[in-house]
């Protein structure tokens, strides 16, 4: 009965230590791509003449939208505006930087 106590009053400490935790990654990415379609600057330039065919994911933090022979790159980036409190946990909260268009 000892051991039981012990065994629960050591997970209840364990459980109140402070962590980290973001989104699983193919929540992570989901989150991001949805933020490119719904950021205004990305769909000013991508409307009903040139839809979106792609968005390629190219390296941490860098997605390419693709609409024919157009293309840009957006950044995900950190939001400065947000400030976690301490021992905060939770999914990341950035900010999307859409690139310049480029069309050849």
């Not at 459980?15 to 989901?30: D, E, I, K, M, V």
Request: net charge neutral; with cysteine; charged share 20%.
């Amino acid at each position: 009965m000892m051991r039981i106590v012990v065994a629960a009053g050591l997970g209840l400490l364990i459980s109140t230590l402070p962590g980290h935790a973001a989104l699983p990654p193919q929540y992570q990415r989901l989150a991001e791509i949805r933020a490119i379609l719904d950021d205004s600057g990305v769909a000013q330039l991508f409307d009903v003449a040139h839809p979106i065919d792609k968005i390629e994911y190219v390296s941490p933090d860098l997605y390419r939208v693709s609409s024919g022979t157009c293309s840009m790159d957006v950044t995900i980036a950190p939001d400065p505006a947000w400030k976690p409190k301490p021992n905060w946990v939770g999914p990341r909260h950035f900010i999307v930087l859409p690139g310049k268009l480029v069309c050849k």
